[in-house]
């Protein structure tokens, strides 16, 4: 397994929908790779910190610029 080929299934194993010997594979490489296990942690962290958030913690200003950014990425795609 590469890291570029990590960071396109991290969800996957988060979710716990990946193929068992694909996460031993996953699993084995995090544990050779302190640069991909840097990345799943912080990823991991962000996810778990995303699902605490309520909309109305936002400061309204900041709603505004997230939502303007991914209308401007929506209209790049």
Do not use: N, W
């Not at 080929?5 to 050779?32: N, Q, T, W």
């Not at 505004?64 to 209209?75: E, M, P, W």
Request: net charge negative; glycine share 2%; charged share 40%.
């Amino acid at each position: 397994m590469r890291c570029e080929d990590l960071v396109s299934i991290i969800i996957d194993y988060l979710e716990d929908s990946m193929d068992p010997a694909f996460k031993e594979e996953f699993e084995r490489h995090m544990g050779d790779c302190s640069s991909c296990l840097a990345f799943f942690e912080t990823y991991k962290k962000t996810r778990d910190l995303t699902k605490e958030i309520k909309c109305d913690d936002i400061p309204p200003d900041v709603q505004d610029r997230v939502r303007a950014f991914l209308k401007k990425k929506i209209s790049q795609a």
